[in-house]
């Protein structure tokens, strides 16, 4: 089992940033990639983005490329979201989570994800 626990989220203004933490404990002792997802009111489950265990391979939705950053530290067992320029559609509860396998395929589809945390809100005022 793998427990993920987020932080960071809150409340901001559009165009500003915010960054998004993701803490693993328990069976950390092998490779995985780890996600993050949002989930608007509303709306399913979207994919935002991963990154698999060396770091290597990373993959946004278009709707944050060029303005979220992922990134992890393994020794930590961490993973990081920085998100800038920050719009109101960027609002949602974000989720983290892993992938036991480390593999990338289908990785935007959540049910490929094995483990989540409970979420964190981000809201992001016009």
């Known amino acids: 089992q793998v427990q993920l626990v987020e932080s960071g989220g809150g409340l901001v203004q559009a165009g500003g940033s915010l960054r998004l933490s993701c803490a693993a404990s328990g069976r950390t002792d092998s490779s995985y990639a780890m996600g993050w997802f949002r989930q608007a009111p509303g709306k399913e489950r979207e994919f935002v983005a991963v990154i698999n265990w060396s770091g290597g391979f990373t993959r946004y939705a278009d709707s944050v490329k060029g303005r979220f950053t992922i990134s992890r530290d393994n020794a930590k067992n961490t993973s990081s979201l920085q998100m800038n320029s920050l719009k109101p559609e960027d609002t949602a509860v974000y989720y983290c989570?892993?992938?036991?396998?480390?593999?990338?395929?289908?990785?935007?589809?959540?049910?490929?994800?094995?483990?989540w945390g409970q979420g964190t809100q981000v809201t992001v005022s016009s």
């Open positions: 989570a892993v992938r036991r396998s480390d593999s990338t395929l289908y990785y935007g589809t959540a049910r490929r994800y094995d483990y």
